[in-house]
């Protein structure tokens, strides 16, 4: 199939393209390279996928671009396209993320009302619930998010469902929960916490570290979308979590156990958009997509704990934690 995947350099929107590839379907890739983190690591991420026969790479932004041309002969979109972070999407930062997350996703669901498309995945947030009190979280629970990233997510995703009553656009929507693993962004707890331990720096914890979280290892968020395509089931919503529901101080051990290092930490004041616990029911997928996550929590940080420490990915910009705040 034709295939476009959007936010192609990005973290799990290479990933999902690199599965793609191996299983034979023509992937067109779109990427704007904004500026939350350096392009020279979105650029190392496509790196592997530019050398493939069956891949496509458009430079463009999804607000400026013709849509029209773009989406001719595509049969599946896999948008992962979207302006992350939390906590940098508050004050002045939010028109970006109205544009990026809202604005963009409007006008490619606008396009795509327009052609025999089979399956239009949407990457939804976890964010979209705030501080629930339902745990593990379902599908139909409230949804009162607590950031204004996670209310950018769940406007697109009201969107998506709208464009699929109205309009039959094939719309499957996947609310991921803190996906982790080799190519994280640079913002993420796990990324910024293992470069400091390795190097013997100091790590921030805002709050005491008894916040909870449910981690998704990236191969398993790329099999639920996978999956998602292959469904026949359209118009709903899904978690897609990992089953590593665990505090974050917890999390910290687990890297100490597996660098043979010890934690420098900072306790700071909770940020505002940080939900307190998160933790996923994943039956409803699990039942309409057969999606059960494989990769535990200590296996993946092993992963990611590897990889990062290979010569390769060992460069300025990875190292540095820049990223926007």
């Not at 972070?85 to 490619?108: C, D, H, P």
């Not at 309409?288 to 993946?300: A, R």
Request: proline share 3%.
């Amino acid at each position: 199939m034709n295939i476009l995947v959007t936010g192609i350099a990005g973290f799990i929107g290479s990933h999902i393209a690199e599965r793609l590839l191996a299983l034979d379907h023509a992937v067109i890739g779109i990427d704007c390279f904004t500026d939350y983190y350096p392009r020279e690591l979105k650029q190392k991420n496509i790196d592997t996928l530019l050398k493939g026969k069956n891949f496509k790479f458009i430079e463009g932004d999804l607000l400026k671009i013709d849509l029209k041309k773009l989406l001719k002969d595509v049969d599946v979109i896999f948008h992962q396209a979207a302006q992350a972070g939390v906590r940098a999407s508050w004050g002045i930062n939010f028109e970006i993320y109205t544009k990026n997350n809202i604005l963009a996703t409007q006008m490619l669901l606008e396009a795509a009302k327009e052609i025999p498309l089979k399956k239009f995945i949407y990457a939804s947030s976890s964010s979209v619930y705030g501080n629930t009190r339902d745990l593990p979280t379902r599908e139909d629970n409230l949804l009162q998010p607590v950031s204004p990233y996670g209310v950018t997510k769940l406007a697109a995703e009201n969107l998506c469902m709208l464009y699929h009553i109205n309009y039959k656009v094939p719309v499957t929507c996947l609310r991921y929960f803190t996906v982790y693993g080799p190519r994280q962004r640079p913002d993420m707890a796990f990324n910024k916490f293992i470069k400091a331990i390795i190097k013997d720096q100091e790590i921030i914890v805002y709050g005491d570290g008894s916040q909870t979280r449910d981690f998704t290892y990236i191969s398993d968020a790329v099999e639920a979308n996978l999956l998602a395509m292959g469904s026949n089931v359209v118009g709903e919503i899904f978690n897609i979590g990992g089953g590593s529901n665990i505090a974050l101080s917890e999390v910290i051990k687990y890297i100490e156990e597996i660098t043979g290092k010890t934690a420098i930490i900072k306790y700071e004041t909770k940020q505002k958009g940080d939900v307190i616990h998160t933790s996923a029911d994943i039956n409803k997928a699990k039942k309409h997509l057969n999606f059960v996550p494989k990769v535990g929590l200590k296996e993946g940080l092993t992963s990611e704990i590897e990889w990062m420490k290979k010569k390769e990915n060992y460069n300025a910009a990875y190292w540095s934690n820049a990223h926007k705040k």
